[in-house]
């Protein structure tokens, strides 16, 4: 084993909720690991893996980037450091199968690992030491489910009893106790529920969707998820957004749950049940013919957005070359190619970006094929695609079932051999 004063530390850092948005957890974290290096005679390594905002349960739908480049780097050699250091146990993750493979990978390049709430070093080569880590994974993960679970009970008991949960509903406001913070009602704002109203009754008389929002714009509306998404500021309402929003049966007094309707809410409606129902034929009449089967004409058509105000981009035609005539002075078809351009709002100044199609493309083409290349993009895929078909979820559970078949049997015999 290497000399304790002469190793090399390598953190990485995590938070589950960031809701400063600065940082803040994984900034303390390392600012108490580098001290404890510092009073050890460690190198800290200057570039710390780091993952801002993301959980490490096996419930979570975000991709953890840092996580993901952590165990490339080992796989691959690149790790540059002989320990791997976490402030707990539960920062590397929450889920068995990932320590598994953080150990493992550790065990084949021979690199430590630090916890520095254990106060201890553990060397996944060593039996005992793994057994050590693996029930604390264990335990990280059982929390992490019991969290989960009383989760999913508080918000089905709040969609029973008609609460809200989660975000502000845009039209109302929540009125809160002011000594015990405890929600007292929710009743309509008194700016954003007339827009909900006005939007209502206009889509009903006929009128499109983008000149509701266009009018917004125009008027100086504050789109309603300004406070959550700051690009969208610049955006300001669409279509889109104006449809979407009318389609919500909470503006009918109505309680929602995982996409169904399960009864009436404490708040009031915005707008009467059977108006609430019209609006719906209108939106989506029942005898509309839907179908998403459109032949793709251009690559990011509908993906590509516009970096300055968030808007989906267009595609349009630049004219290229000069001027041509033929014999008798008439101009001739001026030759030209096709770019994406920003569309911009409804009602406001768009054309903020454009770039020549073929360009942006070849740019896509060439990063998407070399994220496919890395060793760590099936895993990525593992997490993020959660709507996989019957028969890949059977062949996932199956591989799973024999990994921790296999997990187990390891853990026995390691077990008796100790």
């Known amino acids: 084993m290497l000399s304790s004063k002469s190793l090399r530390v390598r953190e990485y850092l995590r938070v589950s909720q960031d809701r400063s948005g600065t940082g803040k957890s994984p900034d303390q974290q390392h600012d108490e690991m580098a001290k404890d290096c510092s009073s050890k005679g460690w ?28 165990v490339s780097d080992i796989r691959a050699g690149n790790f540059d450091a002989d320990v791997l250091g976490l402030w707990e146990a539960s920062r590397g993750s929450r889920r068995t199968s990932e320590w598994l493979e953080i150990i493992e990978v ?20 060593n039996a005992r030491d ?30 029973e009893k008609g609460r809200p949960h989660g975000r502000q509903i845009y039209g109302y406001r929540r009125v809160y106790d002011a000594e015990t913070r405890r929600l007292i009602e929710v009743v309509p704002h008194p700016d954003q529920a007339p827009v909900v109203q006005e939007a209502a009754h206009r889509a009903l008389s006929g009128e499109s969707f983008y000149a509701i929002a266009k009018d917004f714009n125009t008027r100086g509306i504050p789109p309603r998820r300004s406070a959550y998404r700051e690009q969208r500021k610049y955006l300001g309402w669409t279509g889109p957004a104006v449809k979407q929003m009318l389609t919500m049966p909470a503006y009918a007094g109505k309680r929602q ?78 030759a030209h190619y096709n770019i994406y351009i920003c569309s911009g709002a409804p009602g406001k100044t768009g054309f903020h970006v454009a ?12 990063v998407v094929l070399a994220r496919l290349e890395r060793p760590d993009f099936l895993a990525m895929l593992g997490q993020a695609d ?15 079932d024999h990994q921790a078949w296999l997990n187990e049997v390891q853990f026995e015999a390691e077990r008796d051999a100790i």
């Open 355 to 366: 770039m020549k199609e073929e360009h942006l493309d070849k740019v896509v083409v060439d």
């Open 130 to 159: 793994r057994r050590s880590i693996r029930e604390d994974a264990s335990d990280a993960e059982y929390e992490s489910d019991k969290t989960s679970q009383r989760i999913l009970r508080h918000s089905r008991d709040n969609a």
């Open 257 to 334: 749950h995982r996409g169904e309707i399960i009864g009436d809410a404490i708040w009031p409606p915005l707008l009467e049940p059977e108006t609430w129902d019209r609006l719906q034929r209108v939106i989506s009449p029942p005898d509309r013919r839907r179908t998403n089967d459109w032949p793709v004409a251009h690559l990011l058509g509908g993906i590509a957005i516009c970096g300055i105000c968030g808007v989906g981009t267009r595609i349009g035609k630049q004219n290229s070359g000069r001027k041509r005539y033929d014999d008798q002075g008439n101009a001739l078809p001026r």
């Open 386 to 400: 959660d709507s996989v078909d019957a028969e890949r979820e059977a062949l996932i559970k199956e591989i799973a």
């Open 106 to 125: 550790c065990k084949d390049q021979g690199i430590l690992i630090w916890v520095l709430t254990h106060g201890r070093v553990y060397d996944p080569t």
């Open 43 to 70: 190198e800290l390594h200057p570039h710390p893996y780091r993952d801002d905002n993301r959980s490490a349960s096996r419930y979570s739908s975000k991709v953890r980037e840092g996580y993901l480049r952590l």
